[in-house]
């Protein structure tokens, strides 16, 4: 049985909890659905675009569940109004934020030798030296070398707005790093 059929069917599961009411449901399919999806981010970088459907489709199915929407109504307001990312920027985040606990010391002992910070060397302290900017590696397999976090989380990493970057608070208003109506838009069914 495939991934997404594994959690269809636990979705369908949670069908016959529909009597405890909406936010009860709704805190159920987070814990079936986000904690599967979320657990294994880190492995899901660089995955093929009929796969990342695939694993929308689950996310759609939960979202459909919570507000109890057909297979024809539209899904785009229920994740916008559940505050749910896709499922590529939801790994992008995961990726972002493990990036930022590996460069402030706080993700596990393992992450931390694989970021390098971008050091400029030089002999006057340059405001441009105290930076968060990462090194992202040169890859030799351009295939499953960019897959590995080594050279996944710096190249997301790199593409966060300065503002971001630059906070010393993991809690920053993400409002700006993802345009949530351009990227929704975008959901392949």
Same mark, same amino acid.
Request: proline content about 5%; glycine content about 4%.
């Given at each position: 049985?495939?991934?997404? %059929?594994?959690?269809?069917?636990? &979705?369908?599961?949670?069908?016959?909890?529909?009597?405890?009411?909406?936010?009860?449901?709704?805190?159920? #399919?987070?814990? &079936?659905?986000?904690?599967?999806?979320d657990?294994?981010?880190?492995?899901?970088?660089g995955?093929?675009?009929?796969?990342?459907?695939?694993?929308?489709?689950?996310?759609?199915?939960?979202?459909?569940?919570?507000?109890?929407? %057909?297979?024809?109504?539209?899904?785009? *307001?229920?994740?916008?109004?559940?505050?749910? &990312?896709?499922?590529?920027?939801?790994?992008?985040?995961?990726?972002?934020t &493990?990036?930022?606990?590996?460069?402030?010391?706080?993700?596990?002992r393992?992450?931390?030798?694989?970021?390098?910070?971008?050091?400029?060397?030089?002999?006057?302290?340059?405001?441009?030296?105290?930076?968060?900017?990462?090194?992202?590696?040169?890859? %030799?397999?351009?295939?499953?070398?960019?897959?590995?976090?080594?050279?996944?989380?710096?190249?997301?990493?790199?593409?966060?707005?300065?503002? #971001?970057?630059?906070?010393?608070?993991?809690?920053?208003?993400?409002?700006?790093?993802?345009?949530?109506?351009?990227?929704?838009? *975008?959901?392949?069914?």
């Amino acid at each position: 049985m495939s991934i997404g %059929k594994v959690w269809i069917y636990r &979705l369908l599961l949670v069908v016959f909890v529909f009597f405890f009411g909406s936010a009860t449901l709704q805190m159920l #399919v987070v814990a &079936l659905v986000h904690s599967r999806l979320d657990y294994g981010n880190g492995v899901l970088v660089g995955l093929p675009a009929h796969l990342m459907r695939r694993l929308q489709s689950v996310l759609n199915a939960a979202a459909r569940l919570i507000y109890r929407l %057909k297979t024809r109504d539209h899904i785009t *307001d229920a994740l916008i109004s559940l505050h749910w &990312l896709r499922v590529p920027e939801r790994i992008q985040y995961k990726l972002a934020t &493990l990036a930022y606990r590996a460069l402030y010391g706080d993700a596990p002992r393992y992450l931390g030798p694989l970021i390098r910070v971008d050091d400029l060397p030089g002999r006057r302290p340059l405001r441009s030296a105290n930076t968060n900017r990462l090194v992202v590696p040169q890859v %030799k397999l351009s295939t499953v070398g960019n897959r590995a976090f080594a050279a996944a989380a710096p190249s997301i990493w790199e593409r966060l707005p300065t503002d #971001v970057i630059a906070a010393n608070l993991l809690f920053v208003d993400c409002s700006n790093l993802f345009s949530s109506r351009q990227s929704y838009l *975008d959901v392949v069914y």
